[in-house]
Structure formats: C-alpha cells, structure tokens
C-alpha cells in the first residue's frame, strides 16, 4: 500500500510563494509519476501539475503556466509543487496523487492516479 501525504499548506498573502511537498508512507512512489491537482470550495477538483519518475518531464494546466513549477526527486522519493506570486483564487486544498502507470511520461487526468493524499489547505489572503 502506498499513500501520498502532503505538506507545506498554509495561510499566506497574495504575492506570497509556498513549496508544497508530496511524500509517501509504505511503497515508494519509485518509476510512477506525481500529480498535483486543486480543489476550490464548490469546485470540481482542477488539474494543476505533473512530473515523470525523475522530474524530465512536466506538464502543467495552461492556467497555471508560469507560476507553478512541479519537481521530483527520485532519490528521496519526494515531490514539491513550488507557487509564486499567489492570488486569492488559488486558494483551495492541494492533493498530491501516484499514478497508475509508470514510465517516462506525467499524466493529466483524475483518472491517471489511483493513489491520493488527505491534501493541505492553502488560503491566499488579499
């Protein structure tokens, strides 16, 4: 059994920058790809990012292009989604996944992962 746990959440102010990090307790994420996805309150959970096994490839939502920067470290097993300049609507819980699939790509569908973590908050004030 594998499950992702997140951290790195918080309360922070628009133009702020947070690390989010995704690690695993039991199985390693080992070849499989992470993904982070959002979701707002009322919203449906969002795409936000993905990297491979070792972080050479990346695939980001076209909103999120430019702020967001998705990496992996396959040695520690670990994953971080670092935000720049935040704003009030990217305030929602931040889930990190496992996907079902390994090899050398991400993914950007829900349906792609089939391991989740409980998520961390983060709340952007204006």
């Known amino acids: 059994q594998l499950q992702p746990v997140e951290s790195g959440g918080g309360l922070v102010q628009a133009g702020d920058s947070l690390t989010l990090s995704c690690t695993t307790s039991g199985r390693r994420l080992a070849m499989h790809s992470t993904g982070w996805f959002r979701q707002a309150p009322g919203q449906e959970r969002e795409f936000v990012a993905c990297?491979?096994?070792?972080?050479?490839?990346?695939g980001y939502a076209d909103s999120m292009k430019g702020r967001f920067t998705a990496s992996r470290d396959y040695a520690k097993d670990t994953a971080n989604l670092r935000v720049n300049n935040l704003r009030p609507e990217d305030t929602a819980v931040y889930y990190c996944?496992?996907?079902?699939?390994?090899?050398?790509?991400?993914?950007?569908?829900?349906?792609?992962?089939?391991?989740w973590g409980q998520g961390t908050q983060v709340t952007v004030s204006s």
């Open positions: 990297t491979n096994y070792n972080g050479s490839s990346t």
């Open positions: 996944a496992k996907s079902r699939l390994i090899g050398n790509r991400c993914y950007r569908a829900i349906g792609d992962y089939d391991y």
